[in-house]
């Protein structure tokens, strides 16, 4: 124990001022994981909002970074036109469908098919003029970075990628 | 294995976090602090436990918990250097009824908290009072009365 005047007392000022420094260091650390949060490099935010497709198929709004079990949705945007005899057709991977626990998908598909290592969303539609709108809403199942792949069956082939946060 | 590396994160987590914050963080000051100490007992929950509410996985988080706890004060025993850096120390910040201002800056002490830590501990009146004040590892700020002559 050392003795700090008539005290006996463990302070130790070198400790204490390299510890200042590191907290300070701390704080800045901290503050920039707070705007880094806003910004949605942790979930979602406008660092995080990503999309995939073209305009005249398909388009795919995702999030670059989700949390494990947090709240993760798959906005896909089918142009106009694009059903035959009034079906809409999209597939996702089941490598993605793997990494993810499926809650919902609105509207629901009216059939869903497996082929190779597609799941095939068949979705029925009146009016094939009007553009097609999915929500698909999950809990992120993966860890680290997930791929996956989207396309309408007959069209091009779309890929993504999501950083899964523990 | 689950609750384990989650227990883990968390207790390392929370350490670190405390640790940067200082110790003044852990202290509980005003009503508000206490209250801010309750949120984040409550927003570090569902993060413990997951999805599982079952007795087994409360039961596993706590035993890690408290293991790794028992676990870094045996490892502080055994390696006194780790001491400061999972404890921190203590500092004097009054010596002979001077401030030291400095080191009350840099720790987020003001005169009042420790003309409140005399009174409310010693009953003394003023700063010439005070021989030492000393801000503890818990940030908790000790009062050492000078003898009355």
């Known amino acids: ?166 | 294995m689950d609750a384990v590396l989650r227990a883990s994160a968390i207790y390392l987590v929370l350490l670190l976090i405390f640790r940067i914050t200082g110790k003044r963080s852990l202290a509980q000051i005003t009503t508000f602090d206490f209250v801010l100490l309750l949120v984040i007992g409550e927003a570090t929950q569902q993060a413990l436990l997951g999805n599982d509410f079952s007795v087994i996985n409360a039961a596993i988080v706590i035993v890690t918990l408290l293991t790794i706890d028992v676990g870094l004060s045996l490892a502080q025993a055994r390696f006194p250097r780790l001491g400061p850096w999972l404890d921190d120390v203590p500092l004097v910040l009054v010596e002979d009824g001077q401030m030291l201002q400095r080191r009350m800056d840099k720790s987020r002490i003001s005169e009042a908290d420790i003309l409140q830590a005399a009174w409310a501990t010693q009953g003394l009146e003023r700063m010439d009072q005070i021989k030492y004040a000393v801000l503890e590892r818990t940030g908790e700020v000790s009062i050492i009365p000078k003898q009355e002559s």
């Open chain 1, 1 to 166: 124990m050392r003795r700090v005047g008539d005290l006996d007392l463990d302070q130790d000022l070198t400790f204490e001022k390299r510890q200042w420094k590191v907290q300070r260091v701390g704080w800045a650390a901290m503050v920039l994981i707070v705007v880094a949060a806003l910004l949605g490099v942790f979930g979602s935010g406008p660092l995080s909002a990503a999309s995939v497709g073209d305009n005249a198929t398909l388009v795919a709004h995702y999030q670059r970074f989700v949390r494990h079990q947090g709240q993760g949705e798959l906005v896909v945007k089918v142009a106009p036109n694009e059903a035959a005899e009034g079906r809409v057709e999209f597939w996702l991977t089941t490598e993605f469908l793997g990494e993810i626990d499926l809650q919902g998908i609105s509207p629901e598909p009216d059939e869903v098919r497996s082929a190779g290592d597609r799941q095939i969303f068949v979705f029925l539609v009146d009016d094939p003029t009007c553009p097609l709108e999915v929500s698909i809403s999950y809990f992120p199942n993966g860890l680290g970075r997930v791929s996956g792949g989207i396309g309408l069956v007959d069209g091009p082939d779309f890929s993504f990628n999501q950083l899964s946060y523990p």
